[in-house]
């Protein structure tokens, strides 16, 4: 398993009894992410079984209270644990400020180390960036500043081929990391041998881009092209298009069209206005344009392999 | 019924997937209070059917977190819900500025008028008062600016005795006012009937005290003395007696002892550590010392008749 998320919530707007605002739990590539904070993120995070400790990352797509008013909770939770290793939050300028003015009255003085890196472009912007895994920004358009985030595994090393560099007693330990690097080997005969034939060919490395809140923005679909997964809200169905567009908000049509035209393998659709009591709607409306379409629910988990 | 109190959360520090940080609502004499607010106490007033458009007074003990947090997202969520009735917050200086930072931020801009009530004096204080209740502060001592609250009836008015009313003639109708006021009458003869004659006596005013956190802390007895009900925190059993007086919390036993001191009629406990699995040890230990001693626990209704 290279990529699997955990759905913590997936509503819009205002928390229910069993509706809880937007977070996710991302596992990409040995790196653990939370992607918004919604309130009540920490318990959705301690009922799905969420290991506190794993976090290093956190990424806010903007700051509307559904999807930002968890942060401080979970933040001051983590302080109250003892946590002692640095946490890393993305998100809108402006959060810092806030985040620690909460954090002050409340006298919450953690002993770990809190790094925010705050956003302002409205350019795709690389923001997270290791030997594993890379993070960009996808720009969305809400009705204040807001990004979705692609999540992108790095390429794998290959892995030797041992049976066929058998044949070439020739071939040395030393080599083992330029086969490994992608190199071909020149053996002292001068013979080449192709790192095709040297190497498995690795796992192709898989991406998630996750988009919400945003109106329909075609804009995203260069920087989405291709994911193996993609989370695009859905807040309202095509009867509300207009209601959508008022809002800077995403039909499930609309959510399955961007879909379609980035050749993603698969959608899932969640922030699902509480007008709508039936979900199963989002599904077979965006089904129409886009089959491969999942629907969000709280501790859903999708794993791509 | 006159007093009614319904605990939302009476967990403290960390929310955990049955355990809510601290909140109530308290119906007395027509009026409909939250007290204190931590994360999650929107969905915990869904979950109890209380109706968001009663509330007009929120009081918030203190700014830690779990009795806080979830203060925004309720504020948000109301201005969602197109309240158009002005709200009043009580709670300690700092609040104002916090909650409107946080408002901003997230572009919350409500339709309905947010009133704060900044607290900031150690001495009680009358911080309420209308036709039905009067809110004192009930100054506490903890690691941060705290206090609890004192909510008490009013005397209701006294209902006409209309049996022995009829037995004088001579009293007029005109009169009643004065009779409800509690006033003697004076017949033209020249007697005077008195009003215990001519009047049912009202039920007594109910009062409740809410003390939540706060270390032992005798000189609140003095201001509670007589409740019909108080809650006091009880974070820790008599085992952590030193942790309770390190970080300013009360022991169960302590709590009973303030009850048993200040003469009230019953006491409720809450804001347990979670290091305790069996809270049934609260009120064994508790009970020992005052016996009308219940538990908090989330739904949990208490009525004063």
Redesign the interface.
């Known amino acids: 398993m290279s990529l699997r998320l955990t759905i913590l919530g997936c509503h819009s707007?205002?928390?229910?009894?069993n509706a809880f605002p937007t977070s996710q739990y991302l596992e990409i590539n040995d790196r653990h992410f939370i992607i918004d904070c919604g309130?009540?993120t920490?318990?959705q995070m301690?009922?799905y079984k969420v290991g506190y400790s794993k976090i290093n990352h956190i990424f806010i797509s903007h700051?509307?209270?559904d999807h930002?008013?968890?942060l401080?909770?979970l933040l001051?939770?983590f302080g109250?644990?003892n946590r002692e290793k640095e946490l890393h939050v993305f998100g809108p300028k402006?959060?810092k400020?806030?985040t620690e003015?909460?954090l002050n009255?409340?006298?919450?003085h953690a002993k770990y180390e809190l790094i925010f890196h705050e956003l302002s472009s409205t350019k795709s912007e690389l923001i997270f960036d290791d030997e594993k895994v890379s993070v960009h920004t996808i720009p969305l358009r809400h009705?204040?500043y807001t990004n979705g985030f692609l999540f992108k595994e790095k390429e794998k090393p290959k892995k030797l081929h041992m049976q066929n560099i058998g044949n070439y007693p020739e071939i040395d330990k030393a080599d083992y990391l330029n086969i490994k690097a992608g190199r071909d080997i020149v053996l002292p005969s001068g013979e080449v041998i192709s790192n095709e034939e040297l190497t498995i060919a690795s796992e192709k490395p898989k991406s998630f881009a996750y988009c919400s809140d945003t109106c329909f923005l075609p804009s995203i679909i260069p920087i989405i092209k291709n994911a193996d997964l993609l989370y695009h809200e859905a807040t309202f169905l095509s009867d509300k298009e207009d209601l959508a567009k008022k809002t800077l908000h995403s039909t499930a049509s609309q959510a399955a069209t961007i879909a379609k035209e980035a050749n993603v393998k698969q959608l899932i659709l969640g922030h699902y206005s509480g007008r709508y009591k039936n979900t199963e709607l989002f599904q077979e409306e965006a089904k129409t344009i886009f089959s491969e379409t999942l629907l969000a629910e709280p501790g859903k988990i999708i794993e791509v392999n």
Do not use: D, N
């Open positions: 707007a205002t928390p229910r009894v309130e009540g920490q318990r301690r009922k700051l509307h209270g930002f008013y968890g401080i909770g001051s939770t109250i644990l402006g959060i400020e806030a003015m909460l009255i409340s006298q919450s009705r204040v």
